[in-house]
């Protein structure tokens, strides 16, 4: 799939050329089987397109508009979680609770901007209303949680993207939307999910499962908290969830767990209390400090073919 060859063109940028002198003694000819020159010629031009996703997110990165939100790359990995996830500028990709102005959106929006879709998906205004019991106005705007702005939440100065950016909660995707999606990527996004007496992960997860295309991707990055935590710690009330739960929860609705990752792991973080106590939320307090942002699992699950 154009997903998994994309991540093997960004591991080739990302890691360099190697050494490669006893291939390159080898006739190319002796190299290639009988028969199959269309087919190589058809590989290089699909590399050549990967290697062009693979330079368009990378300008993305390193372009001046992410100046001041540059510092959370050392936490967030942006370029490995979105490549290990295979994200390409074609792309129609949903973000889970992009906030306003969100860190990721203003990645994804220039990144998808020419070729792609983005999609902006939060929670109903029934679980806003059970996180923050005064639930107003001004919470919608903080949040980005009027899904009729979600394009101006996700906007970001100076770029125009050819199609609309949608909003829709994560209990009424439209059914228009159903086999559209090539990705859904949920980052610091599902402890909310889990939590309260009737938890809406389930009803989530069944809705972007029947929004993704078969063979689509979903990218998760969530605080983890250790397998050995107590039950009640690891509910989502302290925004930590044991991995066994995530993957548990998707392999409920369907999805496979292609291929884990630590790219966001953060051995310091003995997650142990409230994740707000860490950065960013957190930013007084020279001890949390020192542990930087939370430790994280970094998933990939896959929509069967």
């Not at 610091?188 to 295309?213: C, G, K, N, Q, Y």
């Not at 991707?217 to 935590?229: D, N």
């Not at 392999?251 to 292609?258: D, I, N, P, T, Y």
């Not at 209390?273 to 020279?286: D, G, H, K, M």
Request: net charge negative; hydrophobic share 40%; proline share 6%.
């Amino acid at each position: 799939m154009k997903a998994i060859g994309y991540v093997s063109a960004m591991a080739l940028l990302l890691a360099g050329c190697g050494g490669g002198d006893e291939t390159a003694s080898v006739p190319a000819d002796d190299m290639m089987p009988s028969g199959a020159t269309t087919e190589v010629g058809e590989a290089g031009e699909a590399m050549t397109e990967e290697m062009d996703a693979a330079a368009v997110l990378a300008a993305v990165i390193d372009h001046e508009r992410r100046d001041e939100r540059r510092a959370r790359d050392e936490w967030r990995h942006p370029v490995e979680t979105l490549s290990f996830f295979g994200v390409e500028p074609s792309m129609t990709v949903i973000e889970a609770l992009p906030g306003n102005g969100g860190w990721y959106s203003q990645i994804l929006t220039p990144l998808l901007a020419e070729e792609g879709r983005l999609i902006g998906v939060t929670y109903p205004d029934s679980l806003w209303s059970r996180m923050f019991p005064e639930w107003s106005a001004d919470n919608y705007e903080r949040f980005g949680a009027d899904i009729t702005q979600m394009g101006r939440y996700m906007s970001v100065e100076g770029v125009e993207p050819r199609q609309a950016t949608l909003g829709y909660a994560f209990d009424d995707i439209p059914d228009a939307e159903n086999g559209q999606v090539d990705a859904v990527l949920l980052f610091r996004a599902l402890h909310h999910l889990f939590r309260f007496e009737e938890p809406m992960i389930d009803t989530a997860l069944a809705e972007v499962f029947d929004a993704l295309a078969p063979g689509g991707v979903v990218g998760v990055v969530q605080h983890r908290a250790p397998e050995g935590a107590e039950a009640s710690f690891a509910t989502g009330d302290n925004g930590y969830l044991k991995q066994s739960d995530v993957v548990a929860a998707f392999e409920r609705a369907g999805f496979v767990l292609e291929a884990s990752s630590e790219i966001n792991a953060n051995p310091n973080d003995p997650a142990d209390s409230y994740v707000w106590r860490l950065p960013p939320t957190t930013t007084n307090n020279p001890d949390t400090m020192a542990i930087g942002e939370s430790d994280r699992m970094t998933l990939r699950f896959r929509k069967p073919e």
